[in-house]
DNA sequence: ATTGAGGCTTGACAAGTGTCAAGCTCCTGG
DNA sequence: CCAGGAGCTTGACACTTGTCAAGCCTCAAT
């Protein structure tokens, strides 16, 4: 009897422990999401703690409390960022009948993205580039990059697939494709360049029959 | 008379001038290249105007001397190393004389600065990143861009010339390609990734008869 | 109702930042 | 020879940064 409640009482403790953790885990995201706003205004470099406090409904205390250290948030940001990101296709991917239709809406996705959410996308460039300094990063870096790298070839094989063939390149070199023709047009645009949206579109209109 | 010696005496004051302005501008590129030490190591982020200073011949002062500000150093800078990067692969591309031989030579160049030159190539990537941030990188990021994108294309097109055939690719593609690649080498050559140059050799040999 | 702990705020600290003015040294033109 | 300025050093400034300890509030368990 002793026993049980004993057992009980551990089973109680381990259940209020882990809906803590839980509550945590939230709250951890909550700030984290906050904090890529103002990363994604003004880049790692120029972002401290307080500026993301003020820029948030929390004090820079919190931050603190939440995070063992300024790394600790950014790596935070950076994974709740990936589990966004990796989806976007996914949709038009299940859902496309055939090659024209996957084109287009890819195409229309990735527009959009470049346009409505270029400040994450800069982020991200920074800190994939703060990771080649910042040993901390490397790992959820390249865990991400591994993770985009199959989102596009999902696309590739599937338009593939659609014309009955298969990918003339790896993974790798596909992906490093999409990731610099992206990367450079996000730049040209942010520059205000007009044409780097239609350029990049036109681009990858005409490059996918080619790799596949 | 006395116009011939305003004349003469403009002629000495200019020609004085202009030799301060060359010893000015050797002493920006001196610094310039001390700077470049300090950046390479630590990233733009973490480094100060001190640290670079510390890290040189140099005092704080003299940076202060001789750049407006911060960015104006690191715009110098930029630019010093573009001069250096673009003409890498320009020997073997005049030289060599068959596919294999030009081939060869490029990853010859291409592993050993990926190997000696990681530092300079982060800074690279950390500055573009930047540039989406800030206005004031712009201008010479793009520049350095396009010149990076020339280069590649002079590879490319004598690397179809050699082989009777044409680019298949527009410039834009091909060095979104191969920055892509080498970008992903890079961060796993950092992460002391044995195989990242040995699979970007790969890689890129497979690669180049498909893109001409 | 009291206690105590988790969650959060506040304020302070030391270290580091960009900037710049005052002054030093050395070289050159007169 | 010496006045003056270019080149450089030094030290100080105002400010920002990450960090953290002390304390406040709230709410659940006793």
């Not at 089973?11 to 984290?32: G, H, Y």
């Not at 904090?35 to 880049?43: D, Q, R, V």
């Amino acid at each position: 009897m002793a026993r049980q409640a004993t057992g009980a009482a551990q089973r109680v403790a381990v259940a209020t422990e882990a809906l803590r953790d839980e509550k945590f885990n939230a709250r951890r995201v909550e700030l984290a999401e906050a904090a890529l706003e103002t990363l994604g205004e003004l880049g790692f470099a120029r972002t401290s703690l307080r500026e993301i406090a003020q820029n948030s409904a929390f004090t820079h205390g919190v931050f603190h409390y939440y995070f063992s250290d300024k790394l600790d948030l950014i790596c935070c940001c950076v994974r709740h960022y990936k589990a966004k990101c990796v989806t976007r296709y996914d949709a038009v991917v299940t859902t496309a009948q055939s090659r024209d239709e996957l084109t287009e809406g890819f195409l229309a996705k990735l527009a959009a993205t470049l346009r409505d959410e270029a400040r994450m996308h800069r982020l991200w460039y920074d800190l994939r580039s703060q990771a080649m300094f910042e040993p901390a990063f490397r790992k959820d870096v390249l865990e991400i990059d591994k993770s985009l790298e199959a989102m596009i070839w999902r696309i590739a094989t599937r338009y593939a697939e659609l014309g009955n063939k298969k990918p003339a390149s790896s993974p790798a070199a596909l992906y490093a494709l999409f990731d610099g023709l992206f990367q450079s047009a996000l730049l040209r645009h942010l520059a205000n360049d007009e044409k780097a949206v239609p350029d990049l579109l036109d681009e990858v209109r005409r490059l996918l029959p080619t790799i596949c």
